[in-house]
Structure formats: C-alpha cells, structure tokens
C-alpha cells in the first residue's frame, strides 16, 4: 500500500435523491437531515458513484469522493481493491420508502458483463430508457432496518404459489394456473412467471382485476392485504401478482437481509440502511412504469423457492459488534454498540455512518474528528487503524 501524508477522516457532504416512492419525515425523524421544501428524500447515496457522489473537503476545498480517490487509488482503495476493482466497490446507502418500489432483478456478474458487452455492441444509448445493462457489473445488496421495513424476496414455495393462485380463482388466467399445477417445478415456475408477465390488453386487465376485487373481499390476510395497498399505487400493474409468488417480509428494527443475484424482490414502505455493489443494472418484473424486458428479466432469474426462514440475515456477534456474513467480495458490513476507544483495523476504504449517537474518532496521528448522527465519514485505507467511541450504533461499510 503506497503511503500518502493526508487526512485519516473526510466529513462527507452526500446527495439526497428524491425519487416519488421517497417519504417526506423518516430521513429527517431519525437522522435530522433538514426537508425545507418537504420533497420526497428516498436516498442518500455515501460513496462515489457517478450517479450521486459524495463530495470531501480537500485543504478547504470540496471536491468529489471520486476525484480524490483517483489521486492515488492503491492508497485510499488499498493495492488488493484497487487491482480486483479499480474503483470503490460499493455503494452505501440510507433509503426511505413510503410506497413500494419496482420489482427488480439484479444480474449475476457474468450476465452483466455479457449484456453490457451486447448492449455496446448495438450501440444502444446509455440513458435511452429500453437499455437493460448500464455497467457491466452484479448488484447484491444487504439492508438494514432501521424502522418495520416491509419487502419482498425470493419465490415462495412452488406448492404455495400454486395454492394462493388456485384460492384467487382468477378466470382469466385459469389456463395458466392449471398447466403449472400439472408442473411444479422450476421450469414450470418459468413458464407460468414468463406468460404472465406478458399479458397484455383485455385479457390482462380482466385478470386484475378479478385479482384485486378477490383481495378486497379476502383483505384479513398480510399478501391480499398488501396486494390492495399495490393497487392504489400501481393501479392495473401486472406486478400486482407479485405478493402472490414472493415470499413477503417485514424486518424488525435491527434485522438485515440479502438480496442475491438473479432473485425477484422489492422494497415496500420503511427506512434503513443499504449497502451494493457500485452497480445500476435493473431488471423490472412490475409495479413500475418504467421499461420491461421480459425475456431478458427471465434470463437473468433463478427460479428456485426461497424459504421465510432464509430470509432475516444473522449476524455474527462478537465484542458488541455485529458482522454480517456476504458471499461477495465487493463489500462488507458491520453494526458496532456501545464503543469506547474500540481500536478498528483498516484493510481498504471505509464509510462510517453514526445511527443514533455521536461519533467520535481519533488516530494514532493525532487527527479527531467529531461525527454527528446523520453524517458520515470516509476513511482511507492507508490510515491502517483507528478508534472509535459511541454510546449508541455505527454503521460501517467496507471491503
């Protein structure tokens, strides 16, 4: 690791989006961030993806996180992130839904680099709306919940696909139901998944319909329930079948889930913590108005059951922090408690984000900073150390 004379801590200024799903309080409610304009605030994006990149003072002057990182990327990536990645590797987020949502799919790395390749090859514009791969890079993705945080991910089991859809009793889609009944697999999950999400015109709408009209009069239930507060967010979406085939989640404060490759799911309403691969390839399966490819959304989905109990995340305790286990190399996250002077070990470039306390940090250097609750900080990896203290939980984001 080349050794650099600079900062251990960069105060982060990062980028509010403000997407329609965005809720107008929770951002500002648990980390003070101020809403003048009472603009929907969906995320803020901590990292340096040229989307949305965080900006860092340098010798009194702001400059942004990829600016500064291109100066010497062995030093503040490290040489091993730098020769695997070239850039950094994840994006870290605070994200607060108050509608759902699209339901997406994320390629696995070798999809996405052949359909970037393809796409490149047909010179098809990178904004133009009908492209499906922006970068040639996955996109797992682990949240964190900060309030009830309701979702969908993962196919439930196939017998309980077959089970809802033959309660629903929808006519116009009888013919569909009956040819996966006499086939529950993975292929005939396939089959179903891919003629239903290609219905279109009167045969569609009828089917909709009769979906919704079945929820209202069966709305007791948590899937019907949620299928009716769809529908007057996405009225005659397709993805209104969604509750229907995914598993449905709500994680406690504190809990997190994985989102894996080549795996449906959705966010539905609450606040937490996300972290990804630095990646924006999205493959939408409804619930959105946005371009729908589905043979290449069929492509890039694993149809397998995903079981209710796989889906909370747990993390491995240890010393009042909590690690969770990702099975990518692109990033890592940890929950720390109660911290005081905890001597941290630095292996690459880290973001730190102090969720219900104040931070404060210091370096064998002689460098402190003090971090608020709602800001964040970056730590490059020739910094090789340091300590923390805070009485309540801080986030932290690395590779």
Known sequence: ????????????????????????????????????????????????????????????????????????????????????FGQLPYLFKILAADSALSIQVHPSKTLAEQGYAREEEQQIPLKASYRNYKDPNHKPELVYALTPYQAMNGFRSFDSIVSLFKQANINAIKDLVEEFSANVSSAGLERFFTKLLSLQGEVKDKAVCELIT????????????LIVEL??????????????????????????????????????????????ANSDNVLRAGLTPKHMDVDELVHCTRFQ??????????????????????PVSDFKFSVYSQSSQRLIEVQSAEILLPIDDVLQLSHSS???????????????????NYKMSCKGRVARAYN
């Open 366 to 384: 002689g460098e402190s900073v003090t971090i608020e609750v709602g800001q964040s900080v970056f730590i490059p990896a020739y910094a090789k």
């Open 305 to 326: 059951e995903k079981s209710q109990e796989s889906l909370v995340l747990p993390p491995t305790v240890e010393e009042g922090a909590q690690h969770y286990s990702i």
């Open 214 to 225: 079945y929820a209202k009069n069966h709305s007791t239930s948590t899937t019907n329930s």
């Open 231 to 276: 529908a007057t967010q996405y009225p005659g979406d397709i993805g209104l079948f969604a509750p229907l085939m995914l598993n449905v989640i709500t994680l406690k404060p504190g809990e997190a889930m994985y989102l894996d490759a080549l795996t449906p799911h959705a966010y539905i309403k609450g606040a937490g913590l996300e972290i990804m």
């Open 1 to 84: 690791m080349s050794d650099v004379q600079g900062s251990c801590f960069y105060l982060m200024h990062n980028v509010i989006q403000h997407y329609a799903w965005g809720s107008t309080t929770s951002i500002q409610e648990l980390f003070g961030i101020e809403n003048p304009d009472q603009q929907p605030q969906a995320e803020v994006w901590m990292g340096a993806h040229p989307n949305g990149c965080s900006q860092v003072i340098v010798d009194g002057t702001k400059i942004s996180l990829a600016e500064l990182i291109e100066q010497n990327k062995a030093a503040f990536l490290s040489d091993a992130t730098k020769a695997k």
